[in-house]
C-alpha cells in the first residue's frame, strides 16, 4: 500500500469509461510527479468501490453510450465524490465524463439524464459526429501553450455562465460552439482524447500543481517537445 506522502490519483471508473486510452492520463500524471521526485499512486475506483474523499486528484475519462449512463449512476450515489469535489480537488474529466459532470445530457437513443452537476453544463446530439485531431488555443489565465488530442463523439456541449471554456477551436469541433470543454474551480473538461495529458504537458502540471499545493518545476521529457512540434505544424481541415 503506498505511504500516506505519497500523491494519490483516483482513477475513476476505469472499467466503463476507458474505450479511447484515458486511463493513460493517470499514469501520465503519476509519471511526472515521479521524476519530481514526488512519490505518486494511482488508485482505480471501479464500479464495485466506494469513491473516497481524501485523494488528491480524480480523473474520469470516456466511453459509449450505455457505460456513460452507468458511470452517471454510480457517481450520483457516491457521497465521497461530491465531498471531494465540494473541497476543490482537482478532477480532469474527458468526453463522456465531461457530459456526465454537467447538469444533463442526452443519449443517442434521445433519452434525457440528470448529469451530476459539478459542471455548469448541458450536452444534446449534434447532427454530425466529430471525429478526429482537434487543436485549441487555451485560456490565457490558466495555460500558455496550443492543447491538441484526438476527439470521437457526437455531443452538442452548451456551457452556463459559471462555466468558462478550455480553450477556442481552432481545427475540429470541441463543443460544437467554437469552444472546447469546460473549466469550473479546479474541475477540467475536455473532448481532447490521445491521452490529453500525454499530449499536453502544459495542462497535467497545472492539475498537479494544484493538487500539491505549489508551482512544479519544468521537467524536460526527451522527445516530447519535437512530437509537440509535429502535432501542432501538420495541417488540419477544419470542420
Same mark, same amino acid.
Given at each position: 500500500?503506498?505511504?500516506?506522502?505519497?500523491v494519490?490519483?483516483?482513477?475513476?471508473?476505469?472499467?466503463?469509461?476507458?474505450?479511447?486510452?484515458?486511463?493513460?492520463?493517470?499514469?501520465?500524471?503519476?509519471?511526472?510527479?515521479?521524476?519530481?521526485?514526488?512519490?505518486?499512486? %494511482? &488508485?482505480?475506483?471501479?464500479?464495485d468501490?466506494?469513491?473516497?474523499? @481524501?485523494?488528491?486528484?480524480?480523473? &474520469?475519462?470516456?466511453?459509449?453510450?450505455? /457505460?456513460?449512463?452507468?458511470?452517471?449512476?454510480?457517481?450520483?450515489?457516491?457521497?465521497?465524490?461530491?465531498? /471531494?469535489? $465540494?473541497?476543490?480537488?482537482? =478532477?480532469l474529466?474527458?468526453?463522456?465524463?465531461?457530459?456526465?459532470? $454537467?447538469?444533463?445530457?442526452?443519449?443517442?437513443?434521445?433519452?434525457?439524464?440528470?448529469?451530476?452537476? %459539478? =459542471?455548469?453544463?448541458?450536452t444534446?446530439?449534434a447532427?454530425?459526429? /466529430? %471525429?478526429?485531431?482537434?487543436?485549441?488555443?487555451?485560456v490565457?489565465?490558466?495555460?500558455?501553450?496550443?492543447?491538441t488530442?484526438?476527439?470521437?463523439?457526437?455531443?452538442?456541449?452548451?456551457?452556463g455562465?459559471?462555466?468558462q471554456?478550455?480553450?477556442? %477551436?481552432e481545427? $475540429?469541433?470541441g463543443?460544437?460552439?467554437?469552444?472546447?470543454?469546460?473549466?469550473?474551480?479546479?474541475?477540467?473538461?475536455?473532448?481532447l482524447?490521445?491521452?490529453?495529458?500525454?499530449?499536453?504537458?502544459?495542462?497535467?502540471?497545472?492539475?498537479? @500543481?494544484w493538487?500539491?499545493?505549489t508551482?512544479?518545476?519544468p521537467l524536460?521529457?526527451?522527445?516530447?517537445?519535437?512530437?509537440?512540434?509535429?502535432r501542432? @505544424?501538420?495541417?488540419?481541415?477544419?470542420?
Open positions: 500500500m503506498p505511504g500516506e506522502s505519497a494519490r490519483i483516483g482513477l475513476l471508473l476505469p472499467d466503463l469509461l476507458g474505450t479511447y486510452g484515458d486511463c493513460g492520463n493517470a499514469e501520465i500524471l503519476q509519471r511526472r510527479l515521479q521524476w519530481r521526485g514526488f512519490p505518486a499512486a %494511482v &488508485i482505480p475506483i471501479t464500479v468501490d466506494e469513491v473516497a474523499d @481524501s485523494l488528491d486528484l480524480y480523473v &474520469i475519462g470516456g466511453g459509449e453510450d450505455s /457505460a456513460q449512463s452507468l458511470a452517471a449512476d454510480f457517481l450520483a450515489r457516491q457521497p465521497g465524490f461530491a465531498r /471531494a469535489v $465540494g473541497r476543490g480537488a482537482p =478532477l474529466a474527458v468526453c463522456a465524463g465531461l457530459q456526465v459532470l $454537467g447538469r444533463e445530457f442526452t443519449t443517442g437513443h434521445g433519452r434525457v439524464r440528470t448529469g451530476i452537476g %459539478v =459542471l455548469d453544463l448541458v444534446a446530439p447532427r454530425d459526429r /466529430a %471525429v478526429g485531431e482537434i487543436r485549441t488555443r487555451p490565457p489565465s490558466l495555460l500558455t501553450e496550443a492543447l488530442g484526438f476527439e470521437n463523439h457526437q455531443g452538442h456541449t452548451t456551457l455562465p459559471a462555466a471554456p478550455l480553450g477556442r %477551436v481545427h $475540429g469541433t463543443n460544437g460552439d467554437g469552444f472546447d470543454g469546460a473549466v469550473q474551480g479546479r474541475v477540467v473538461g475536455t473532448y482524447h490521445g491521452p490529453a495529458l500525454a499530449r499536453n504537458p502544459e495542462l497535467a502540471d497545472l492539475l498537479l @500543481s493538487a500539491v499545493g508551482p512544479l518545476r524536460e521529457v526527451p522527445g516530447l517537445a519535437e512530437l509537440r512540434r509535429q501542432l @505544424s501538420r495541417p488540419r481541415r477544419r470542420r
